[in-house]
Structure formats: structure tokens, C-alpha cells
């Protein structure tokens, strides 16, 4: 039996003097799993972590069956995971396919034909080809998100964090990007926080309660529906 693309045991972190996570146990397997909670509970923190960007101080963390503390095996996990942060540091004077492109780059994508055609497959998946030739700083907020979206789906990962990736999105995008995620999920295992529970509980296949860095509840969304009452 293939191992669930997320393990975490007992982790935890301190940040700016603070317990960030705190005995954080975690299981997330094949599908979408969402992260809940207030701002300040420990979200950010935990992808961070999951994005190997993040080292924890204590307890055991294994992604994609490999251990992220050693570095051998977190390059390895590197080239199988796709990353979306809070900030995606997208350089306004760049155009979306010049960022994307940029980022493939970073991910080794060395063969300059390849690596356009994987350019134009991810900005195609979140919709985005009819810009791709425009200056990121002269796109909305919502579309410089779905250019970030993009590039971390560069390589179809096989693990996929994503820290608020409806942040700015309208109401129409953020259907559309549920249905990504959505199909995404199917093959893969996709980790995401938000703060639009009705929404993303849709498409889950678990939910994962965080207050304060520890995990409150982990389940299908029923389940929490049903111990919240």
C-alpha cells in the first residue's frame, strides 16, 4: 500500500518566540484536504512546513514517503511538490509567461521547447492564456493569483500546497478554481488553506481544524458539520 503523500507526528515550531504548531499530528492522503481556522491559528505555519520551506523543531514529518530533513531526499521532494505562498513575490515588470517561465527554469525544466509548452499547459489550466503576454503589474489581484496558481503547477506535482489560493479571486473564479481543484485532487494529493469553509467543503475529502498550532478536528466535512452541531 502506497504511503499517504502527508505524515506528521507530534510536530512542532516556535516562531518569534511562540509555539507556532504545537504536537501537530496529521494524516492527508490522495484528494483535496483544507486547513480551517482563525487568522493567527497556525496555517501558514503548517504549509510552510509541508512546503519543506519550514524545518520543524520537534517531532517527524514525512512528505511524499521521503524525509524532508535530510537533503537528498528534500530535493527530491522539491521536484514533486508545487508551492503557493501567501506572497507569491511576482515582479511587476515581468509578463505572466515570462514569471511562469522564469519559475520552470528554478525547477529544471532546461529544454527551452518543453519548457514553453508546460508554460502555456499551466497558464491554459487556470485560464490565463489570453494575458499571458501582459505585465503582471497591470493585472488585478485576482489574476496575479492565478498566475502564482500556475507555477506551482508546473512538472503536474504529486503533492500540491496552497496557502490561500482563492485570495482575491471573484466569486465566478473562485468556481472555476474549486472545478481545478477539484480534478486536480483526483490524481494527487492537494493541501490548501482557506477562509471560505462552505465553499471549499464541496470539494474535500477531509477538513483539518487548526486553533492555536494544534490540530482540533481532522475528517470529511460531514463529520465536522456533525461535531460542531
Not at 477539484?182 to 486553533?211: F, M, N, Y
Request: net charge positive; hydrophobic share 45%.
Amino acid at each position: 500500500m502506497t504511503a499517504p503523500a502527508v505524515v506528521l507526528r507530534g510536530v512542532g515550531k516556535r516562531l518569534g518566540g511562540r509555539a507556532a504548531l504545537d504536537g501537530v499530528t496529521l494524516t492527508a492522503g490522495g484528494g483535496v484536504t483544507a486547513l480551517l481556522g482563525p487568522n493567527g491559528s497556525g496555517k501558514t505555519t503548517l504549509l510552510r512546513l509541508l512546503a519543506t520551506v519550514l524545518a520543524p523543531d520537534r517531532g517527524e514529518v514525512r512528505l511524499l514517503g521521503l524525509d524532508p530533513g535530510d537533503e537528498a531526499q528534500r530535493l527530491r521532494i522539491r521536484r514533486s511538490l508545487g508551492y503557493l505562498p501567501q506572497a507569491a513575490g511576482l515582479h511587476p515588470a515581468l509578463t505572466a509567461f515570462a514569471f511562469v517561465d522564469y519559475v520552470a527554469i528554478l525547477k529544471e525544466w532546461r529544454e527551452r521547447p518543453a519548457r514553453h509548452r508546460e508554460v502555456r499547459r499551466v497558464l491554459h489550466l487556470v485560464g490565463l492564456e489570453d494575458v499571458s503576454g501582459a505585465r503582471l503589474g497591470t493585472l488585478s489581484v485576482g489574476l496575479r493569483r492565478r498566475v502564482g496558481l500556475a507555477q506551482a503547477l508546473l512538472g503536474d506535482p504529486a503533492l500540491l500546497v496552497l496557502d490561500e489560493p482563492a485570495a482575491g479571486l471573484d466569486p465566478e473564479q473562485r468556481l472555476d478554481l474549486l472545478d481545478l481543484l477539484a480534478r486536480l485532487g483526483a490524481d494527487r494529493t492537494v493541501v490548501l488553506s482557506s477562509h471560505d469553509p462552505s465553499g471549499t467543503a464541496v470539494i474535500c475529502d477531509q477538513v483539518v481544524l487548526v486553533e492555536a498550532g494544534a490540530v482540533r478536528f481532522a475528517g470529511p466535512p460531514a463529520a465536522l458539520v456533525l461535531e460542531r452541531g
